[in-house]
């Protein structure tokens, strides 16, 4: 018995049109990954643990076939090397954390918390001393948007435009940060009317450290009439308070390691070249402080 076919309509047959050449792109782009470049040019240049969290990642990002498996494109052989691509191998990089900040603008967004880890197991001293201008930092200035440039009246302050432009998160982000900088410095000089002499005097060294930051942050934004001024006064946002010395101590403790968090997840967030590397060295900074 002869049965009647649907008849496809229009629609249908552009549906078929479209979606060939897509599977077949998709199938395309997905059967030889490639390792990122970025990531095979550090791994390149780690050693020990750094080398093999490297190749994980790099690993990682290549997927995996449909079977579970690592495309041959991406499978590193019995001495760790993954395959060489065919295009000229770019320069040797240098070690450590200069090698970092060499290729940090081309490192993927999700593979940042692993190379902020990997920056700051480094000795930062000399890298950092490159930027040093005294009392601030010498970064390659931030692009301001043009929205973040409209001037508003002190009385009548506009909130932070919603744009979408490129670099606009990242204005954001150092709005944030230096928000958070004003209140940390804030914190710690509070702390300082119950401190030791041995914690007054690394609390003081602080306070001198993240002034610095400030003013790099104060010079990045001078263009947003958006930038955060400080307040006169903040609470402090930490589990213990200061009564004694002893409690001056946690304090300063605690406000340390949620202050150095904070900047790792501002330095993760980080898209635009600037930003991620005056977010990474002032991360570096601090850590060293």
Known sequence: MNRTLPRLTLAHR????????????????????TPNSALLRLHHSAEGDNK?????????????????????????DAHGN????????????????????????EIPQESMPII????????????????DNKNTFNFEALT?????????????PAPTPTVTAPGADDIRGAEAA??????????????MAFTDSETQARTEKLIESHQKVIDTLEQLLEKDAYAPTAAPGYDLKTSTQ????????????????????????????????????????????????
């Open 52 to 76: 093999q969290q490297l190749a994980a990642e790099i690993t990682r990002l290549c997927g995996h076939t449909h079977d579970g498996k690592t495309p041959d494109s991406c499978k590193a």
């Open 14 to 33: 552009a549906l078929a049109l479209i979606a060939v050449p897509a599977l077949a792109l998709t199938l395309a782009s997905c059967a030889n990954p």
């Open 144 to 156: 301001i948007p043009t929205a973040f440039t409209t001037t508003h009246t002190e009385k009548t």
């Open 116 to 131: 902020i880890e990997q920056f700051l197991k480094y000795p930062l001293q000399e890298v950092i001393a490159t930027f």
């Open 242 to 289: 200061p009564t004694n010395a002893e409690s001056a101590r946690a304090t300063v403790k605690e406000l340390t390691d949620n202050n150095a968090q904070f900047w790792k997840n501002t330095a993760a967030q980080a898209t635009t070249p600037q930003w991620r590397t005056a977010a990474l060295v002032i991360t570096g900074y601090l850590s060293t402080e």
């Open 82 to 105: 993954f395959p060489t691509p065919k295009t000229p191998a770019p320069e040797p990089l240098a070690p450590g954390a200069e090698g970092i900040l060499a290729v940090l603008a």
């Open 178 to 191: 230096l928000a958070e900088e004003y209140a940390h410095i804030y914190a710690l000089g509070v702390t």
